[in-house]
């Protein structure tokens, strides 16, 4: 243990500790914590995948042409962000190979060994654990392993011991809140020798047993031949389940790169589109140059009086001329109406001093004519 005077010296030395000073020293300083860099791509990516992401660009660019900061810098993210996606599909190949690998090598030993953990907690939350272990070969078989610690130790002590009480609770997944007042004696009052114990276990074990049989075995048969072929399931691996997901959001991200890239060249190209182009014609007429000619007359419209000159019309065709030409079609015979009075054979009022009839006058002498 160190002494005060120790402690003292050594705050003082962890003050004097400025870290790194040089650029260089700051970089590497900056990448400690750093793992694979597939999380996110920052400001400096490593090493090997700087490299890949400066020949991407090279060799992406005639095909995708970026022109203009906007889409130059689009392009960059799109190139780094599939090379991010690249290197996560590489980890994940290999890292299903080598889960496959070692399915086939150790299966049971590591199922066993994550039922064990899994079990460790079944004292502190029996009725959580225990409907856990039910639902896996493995974990069938290491409640099957208790049962038999159970009956050995009935068999050894002749009768019930307190933690053999408590470890039979546990495998029924009883709470302990439901176990008060309760022991050995609610088996049989009368006998409190091994036998009802060991009854107790082969009820236990037997209907596990015949879980094995039916489904539990044909199960994990199935999930061994996946994980052997590298179709592991990414919840069983806090790893793949991670880079599955930094996968995901590196596919998001070449996705939206992509379509902001192309829509920004769409604008680009819309706008030149729309743009009005110079007269490539060499034979288009120049434009005038020189003074522009005199105003047009416009007296006639201002003064209503001054009329323009209208054009002379050729004199009517005498009458006969048109009865020769045309002759009018002969008449129907039908009963003789009084003429209906138009706007050109106005009538004064009765009454009136010459006043043209309005429309309302004429329509009611019309109407009385037509009645008489």
């Known amino acids: 243990m160190a002494t005060l005077k120790q402690t003292i010296a050594n705050r003082l030395n962890a003050l004097r500790s400025t870290g790194p000073r040089s650029d260089g020293g700051k970089a590497r300083s900056s990448r400690n914590a750093l793992r694979h860099g597939l999380s996110r791509l920052g400001a400096v990516p490593p090493e090997g995948m700087a490299d890949a992401i400066a020949d991407r660009k090279e060799r992406w660019r005639p095909s995708y042409r970026p022109e203009g900061p906007a889409q130059d810098w689009q392009f960059e ?33 590591d199922r066993a060994a994550l039922v064990a953990e899994r ?52 495998l029924l997944g009883l709470p302990r ?32 047993r015949r879980r094995l049989d039916t489904h539990l075995d044909a199960r994990d048969a199935r999930a061994r031949a996946d994980a052997e072929s590298g179709l592991a399931d990414p919840a069983d691996s806090p790893d793949l389940r991670l880079l599955e997901r930094y996968a995901a959001d590196a596919r998001r991200q070449v996705a939206r790169c992509s379509a902001e890239l192309r829509r920004l060249q769409a604008l680009d190209a819309n706008a030149s589109a729309t743009t009005p182009a110079p007269n490539p014609s ?71 001093d010459g006043v043209s009839l309005n429309r309302r006058a004429r329509r009611a002498l019309a109407a009385a004519s037509r009645r008489s």
């Open 119 to 170: 079990a460790s907690t079944l004292p502190a939350r029996p009725e959580v654990v225990q409907p856990r272990l039910l639902q896996s070969r493995h974990g069938v078989l290491w409640l099957i392993g208790r049962w038999d610690e159970v009956a050995d130790s009935l068999r050894r002590a002749q009768g019930w011991t307190p933690e053999t009480w408590d470890l039979a609770m546990d």
């Open 177 to 208: 809140s439901s176990r008060a007042g309760s022991g050995p004696w609610d088996l049989h009052p009368e006998d409190p020798g091994p036998g009802p114990g060991l009854e107790l276990v082969r009820d236990a074990v037997e209907p596990l």
């Open 77 to 109: 993210r799109l190139c780094a962000e599939s090379v991010r996606l690249d290197s996560c599909e590489r980890r994940l190949l290999a890292l299903r190979a080598e889960r496959a690998e070692r399915a086939a090598e150790s299966w049971d030993d």
């Open 282 to 352: 060499p034979n288009a007429a120049p434009s005038p140059s020189g003074p522009p000619g005199p105003r047009p007359d416009r007296t006639s419209r201002s003064n209503p009086s001054v009329a323009a000159p209208r054009p002379a019309e050729a004199p009517p065709a005498p009458i006969a001329a048109r009865s020769a030409s045309n002759p009018a079609p002969a008449a129907r015979p039908g009963p003789t109406r009084s003429p209906i009075p138009t706007a050109s054979t106005r009538d004064p009022m009765p009454g009136g």
